[in-house]
Nanobody, 122 residues
Framework: QVQLVESGGGLVQAGGSLRLSCAASGGAIGSYVMGWFRQAPGKERDILAALSWSGTKPFYADAVKGRFTIDRDNTNNMVYLEMNSLKPEDTAVYYC???????????????WGQGTQVTVSS
């Protein structure tokens, strides 16, 4: 059973940057497609980015394309989300998740972290 733990969230001013990390244990992330999701209060959880097993073919949601970058380090079992040009509407709880198939569907992600809060002030 893979366990995922996110870190790196916090409070940042609009226009600033944050780098989220996701540490995996109990299994090798090299076996999974890794994704980042977020959920704002009162809204559904949405996919932001996903990266295939080998680190190629990244997917980005339109809302973050050009501002966020997903990366993975299979050797160290880590996944990252670099977030730049942050906006107040980026405020949400951010989750790391793992899927056994290359998918953008939330239901295909079977392992989840507990989330880390990102708050962007205007």
């Amino acid at each position: 059973q893979v366990q995922l733990v996110e870190s790196g969230g916090g409070l940042v001013q609009a226009g600033g940057s944050l780098r989220l990390s996701c540490a995996a244990s109990g299994g090798a992330i090299g076996s999974y497609v890794m994704g980042w999701f977020r959920q704002a209060p009162g809204k559904e959880r949405d996919i932001l980015a996903a990266l295939s097993w080998s680190g190629t073919k990244p997917f980005y949601a339109d809302a973050v394309k050009g501002r966020f970058t997903i990366d993975r380090d299979n050797t160290n079992n880590m996944v990252y989300l670099e977030m730049n040009s942050l906006k107040p509407e980026d405020t949400a709880v951010y989750y790391c998740a793992a899927s056994e198939i290359l998918s953008r569907r939330i239901d295909d992600y079977i392992h989840w972290g507990q989330g880390t809060q990102v708050t962007v002030s205007s």
